[in-house]
Structure formats: C-alpha cells, structure tokens
C-alpha cells in the first residue's frame, strides 16, 4: 500500500486537550465532525499526490511543536475506519496509525478511551494496539508492568475499562498486577500466590491434556473461596474470570455469592457469566 496518503491525513489530525489531573483524553469517544470531514479530503488529495517524502519531515516537526497529538489521532482514525460510508479509505485511515511511533504510555493513553465505548471495544486495532505493549507470545503470560505503572498513579481513578482488560487477557496477570501494587504483608501475598498457582497449575493440566476437559478439582476450588472471601475487590474479580473460564470449579455458591457483590465491577462481572454458569 502506498504509504503516502497515511502522511498526509496525520499532518491534518487536529489536537484534543488531554486531563490535566489524570494526563488521560477524554472519556467519552466522540468523532469530531470538522476532523473526520478533514481526514476524508486529506485522503482524497493525497490520491493525486506521488511526492510527498518532505511530508515525513513535517509531522516531526509538528510534533515537536506539539501541534500534532497522536494519541488522538489514532482515536479519530479508527473513528473514521469505522465509518462504512468512507469505504476503502478505511483501511488507509488504519494504516495510519502506524506511522506514530508511540511510546507505551502514549498508546494506553490513546486506547483508554476506546476501550469505554462499547463501539471500540473488541475492535481489532485497540487489541493490537494493547497486545503490541503486553507482548504475544503464546508460551508467556501479558506484561502488565506499563499497567502497574499507571496503576501506582492513578490509584482509584485507575480506568475500569482497562482493568478489565487485564481480567479478560490474562486473569492471573492481572491478579499479580494488583496484588503487588496493594499487599506489602508477607504472609498475604503468600497466601495470594499459593491460589494463584494452583489455579493456574489446574489451567497447564487441562490445556496440555493431563486433565479431561471439564474436569474438577476440588482443592483448586477451595482456594477460590477463600479468594472470593477476601477484602480485595481485585482477588474476587479474578474469581469470576476464573469461573467464567472453567464453570466446573464452581461448587454452586461462589459465583452466585458474587453476583451480589459490594462491588459494582465484580457484581457485573459476575451477572454477565451467569449464563455461561448454568
């Protein structure tokens, strides 16, 4: 593909003010009429256009000049890929987005508020986009130390979308994640890591078929009660993700007793695996 088109649209990517308290954009995912009109005409120029190099030049230069906001460019560019009516500039306005060599702080910025739309979601580039920072490999779990970073920061203004992500991607990473940013007692994060890896023990068996599919277990369910009893909200979300993966662990309680839980992230969780439950 030629890569032209995708200079010239970033060039006329316009900039969003970022939180001052939190450093995050905007919550709420909102395609700019004005900017998405721009993106069309960029495109549709930048078809006639076979020399553009010194284009490269000038979206350093307006970084530098912090007149370009990349993060928010990748916010309208999937905005505009999701719009049938742009055809197959779509893909175009996508392959833009590599053109931004973003640090990871930057690309969870810009994923954050994607991933609260519903719209947004599961859409493929938010994904690769997330997976390019976690890392993809099949025989390792997702690095979530960038996540732990911006968890330190954020503390309770953390985003809830994000976190779960983490539960969905990688249960026990999140779990880790959460546990070594909160618990500083010995005995308490002995306690954690022991459930962990039985669970997680359980999860190797089954894959690599030491174990039947469906299978129980029912000292493996015994730690996930006493995690689901637990003050931390996180070692309960983790409860649910497990179970929702292998309802067989459930003894018939735990992920009911969940469903009613304080907590409005894990009560959710829960009520949204009931089907998969029963």
């Known amino acids: 593909m030629n890569s032209i088109p995708c200079i010239v649209v970033a060039m006329l990517c316009f900039v969003q003010p970022i939180s001052p308290t939190t450093g995050v954009i905007r919550d709420v995912v909102t395609p700019n009429v004005e900017i998405q009109h721009l993106i069309r ?4 120029a930048s078809h006639e256009n076979s020399k553009a190099d010194k284009t490269v030049l000038l979206i350093e230069q307006l970084r530098r000049q ?34 931004f060599h973003l640090n990871p702080s930057d690309k969870i910025q810009a994923a954050i508020p994607l991933l609260d739309d519903e719209r947004t ?24 130390s960038y996540y732990r970073s911006l968890l330190q920061g954020l503390k309770d203004k953390f985003p809830q979308s994000l976190s779960e992500h983490m539960f969905r991607r990688s249960a026990g990473g999140a779990l880790l994640t959460y546990l070594r940013n909160d618990i500083r007692a010995r005995e308490e994060l002995k306690k954690v890591l022991w459930a962990e890896h039985v669970v997680d023990a359980y999860a190797w068996k089954l894959q690599n078929g030491f174990l039947e599919k469906g299978a129980k277990d029912p000292d493996v369910t015994a730690e996930l009660q006493l995690l689901a009893e637990r003050d931390e909200w996180w070692a309960r979300r983790y409860v649910v993700e497990i179970l929702h993966l292998y309802p067989q662990l459930d003894d018939g309680q735990i992920m009911e007793s969940l469903r009613s839980d304080a907590n ?7 009520s949204e695996t009931r089907a998969v439950a029963k």
């Open 264 to 270: 409005a992230q894990v009560s959710k969780a829960a």
């Open 121 to 144: 979601r599961n859409h493929a580039e938010v994904q690769r986009l997330l997976r390019g920072i976690e890392g993809d490999r099949l025989d390792a779990r997702p690095d979530f």
């Open 41 to 44: 005409e960029a495109i549709r």
């Open 66 to 99: 912090a007149v370009l906001d990349p993060r928010e460019f990748i916010v309208q560019a999937l905005l505009y890929a999701d719009d049938p009516q742009n055809g197959e500039d779509r893909i175009i306005a996508l392959a833009c987005i590599d053109r």
